[in-house]
Antibody, heavy 121, light 107 residues
Framework: EVQLVESGGGLVQPGGSLRLSCAPSGFTFSSFAMIWVRQAPVKGLEWVSY????????WYADSVKGRFTISRDNAKNSLYLQMNSLRAEDTAVYYCARQYCINGVCRFDYWGQGTLVTVSS | DMQMTQSPSSLSASVGDRVTVTCRAS??????LNWYQQKPGKAPKLLIY???SLQSGVPSRFSGSGSGTDFTLTISSLQPEDFATYYC?????????FGQGTKVEIK
C-alpha cells in the first residue's frame, strides 16, 4: 500500500525557517518525481515545488522561489522542503504527493495527510 | 500562468442527482486535465486524469470529458460519500495550477 507521511510542521515566527519531511512507503521512491502542494486555511490548492526522480531538476512556484528548497535522499527514502524567510502568507497545510506520468500524461496520484505550518509572531 | 476557472463555486444537490462541474482553462491544454476530490480535513484524492481516464478504484459514477479549454466532471448518481469539494488541475505546463474548487453540498 502506497503511503506518504509528512512531518516537521509547526509554529514559526515570520522570517524563521522550518524543514518539512515526507516519508514514502509502498513503492519504489527513487523511480518517481515528487511534489509539494499547500493549502492555506479555507483556501484552494497551490502547487509549491517539484523534484524529479534523480534530483536533477527542481522547480518552484514564483511565490516561494529563492526561499524554499526541495530535496530528496533516495537512499533514505525521504523528501524534504526547506523553508526559509517564512511569511504569514506561507501559513498552510503542506502536502507531499507522488507524480505519476505515462506517455506524457501526468497526475498526482498519492498524497500524504499533510502537515500544518503556521507563521505568526 | 494558466488560469483554471471552475463553475459553480458551490452547489446543492440530493442523493441520486446527476451533478456536473465545469472547468475552463485560460488557454488550450489539450487533455492535460485532472480532477480531485477533497473532504474536510483530508488530503485530495485523484479521481480522473487525462481529462477522461478513471483512476483505479474510483467508482464508475464519476466521469470526465472535454479537451482544449473546456472540461466537465460528472457524477451520474450522487451518493452520500460524494459530498466534498472538487478541484480541477492542469498538467500541461508549470506552474501547475488548480481551479478554485467546487463544493458539493447536501440539499
Amino acid at each position: 500500500e502506497v503511503q506518504l507521511v509528512e512531518s516537521g510542521g509547526g509554529l514559526v515566527q515570520p522570517g524563521g525557517s522550518l524543514r518539512l519531511s515526507c516519508a514514502p512507503s509502498g513503492f519504489t521512491f527513487s523511480s518517481f518525481a515528487m511534489i509539494w502542494v499547500r493549502q492555506a486555511p479555507v483556501k484552494g490548492l497551490e502547487w509549491v515545488s517539484y523534484i524529479d526522480y534523480t534530483a536533477s531538476n527542481m522547480w518552484y512556484a514564483d511565490s516561494v522561489k529563492g526561499r524554499f528548497t526541495i530535496s530528496r535522499d533516495n537512499a533514505k527514502n525521504s523528501l524534504y522542503l526547506q523553508m526559509n524567510s517564512l511569511r504569514a502568507e506561507d501559513t498552510a497545510v503542506y502536502y507531499c504527493a507522488r507524480q505519476y506520468c505515462i506517455n506524457g500524461v501526468c497526475r498526482f496520484d498519492y498524497w500524504g495527510q499533510g502537515t500544518l505550518v503556521t507563521v505568526s509572531s | 500562468d494558466m488560469q483554471m476557472t471552475q463553475s459553480p463555486s458551490s452547489l446543492s444537490a440530493s442523493v441520486g442527482d446527476r451533478v456536473t462541474v465545469t472547468c475552463r482553462a485560460s488557454q488550450s491544454i489539450s487533455s492535460y486535465l485532472n480532477w480531485y476530490q477533497q473532504k474536510p480535513g483530508k488530503a485530495p484524492k485523484l479521481l480522473i486524469y487525462g481529462a477522461s481516464s478513471l483512476q483505479s478504484g474510483v467508482p464508475s459514477r464519476f466521469s470526465g470529458s472535454g479537451s482544449g479549454t473546456d472540461f466537465t466532471l460528472t457524477i451520474s448518481s450522487l451518493q452520500p460519500e460524494d459530498f466534498a469539494t472538487y478541484y480541477c488541475q492542469q498538467s500541461y505546463s508549470t506552474p501547475w495550477t488548480f481551479g478554485q474548487g467546487t463544493k458539493v453540498e447536501i440539499k
